[in-house]
T-cell receptor, first 113, second 114 residues
Framework: EAGVVQSPRYKIIEKKQPVAFWCNPI?????LYWYLQNLGQGPELLIR????????DSQLPKDRFSAERLKGVDSTLKIQPAELGDSAVYLC???????????FGPGTRLTVT | KQEVTQIPAALSVPEGENLVLNCSFT??????LQWFRQDPGKGLTSLLL?????REQTSGRLNASLDKSSGRSTLYIAASQPGDSATYLC?????????????FGKGTKLTVNP
């Protein structure tokens, strides 16, 4: 069974540029999560989807971050415009339902110069 | 606010040694606790999940315990191997703002020297 797929794995952009990350969850998983992980820290939840509905986006900086999961499968996380402080690893995870074990993708390492 | 602390931040041991990683949390109202492993440049791999009603879980050379009343969990690794070198994260599942979420510690970076 394929795991959670993320792309790109690495991205380097200049500040003020837009960037987008893509996630394909495990087949059949209803719940999808985007996390932010800074160096030396644990992951912090940005947004959680139940199918195509964003049910918890309280930690998502909505002035520059947006996300979508149009058909309840793949998801895209966008930053526009990027700032230096956005440099981090962006992890996607999925689970069958909210209460089930989460499976993580390899992450996208973003560097903003 | 739930806070998760992991001690030590880093640990270096010789191969073959048994070791214990510690995790503490401030609010005992948790659904479960999960231990993850993270290799450099990779995502998180779930190792063990302990429900709030359980005391411990075992998988191979790994044993995780949970004392919810004192807000503590330990991950015991027996007969450590160089391949165990990674960062180990613990996370508690809580309800916040009407939805469930995982709150992570900062991790313990383990190095097992051959």
């Amino acid at each position: 069974e394929a795991g959670v797929v993320q792309s790109p794995r690495y991205k380097i952009i200049e500040k003020k540029q837009p960037v987008a990350f893509w996630c394909n969850p495990i087949s059949g998983h209803n719940t999808l999560y985007w996390y932010l992980q800074n160096l030396g820290q644990g992951p912090e939840l940005l947004i959680r989807y139940e199918n195509e509905e964003a049910v918890d986006d309280s930690q998502l900086p909505k002035d520059r971050f947006s996300a979508e999961r149009l058909k309840g499968v793949d998801s895209t996380l966008k930053i526009q415009p990027a700032e230096l402080g956005d440099s981090a690893v962006y992890l996607c995870a999925s689970s069958l339902f909210q209460e089930n074990e989460q499976y993580f993708g390899p992450g996208t390492r973003l560097t903003v110069t | 606010k739930q806070e998760v602390t992991q001690i030590p931040a880093a640990l270096s041991v010789p191969e073959g040694e048994n070791l214990v990683l510690n995790c503490s949390f401030t609010d005992s109202a948790i659904y479960n606790l999960q231990w993850f492993r993270q290799d450099p440049g990779k995502g998180l791999t779930s190792l063990l999940l302990i429900q709030s009603s359980q005391r411990e879980q075992t998988s191979g050379r790994l044993n995780a315990s949970l004392d919810k009343s004192s807000g503590r969990s330990t991950l015991y690794i027996a007969a450590s191997q160089p391949g165990d070198s990674a960062t180990y994260l613990c996370a508690v599942r809580i309800t916040q703002g009407g939805s469930e979420k995982l709150v992570f510690g900062k991790g313990t970076k383990l190095t097992v020297n051959p």
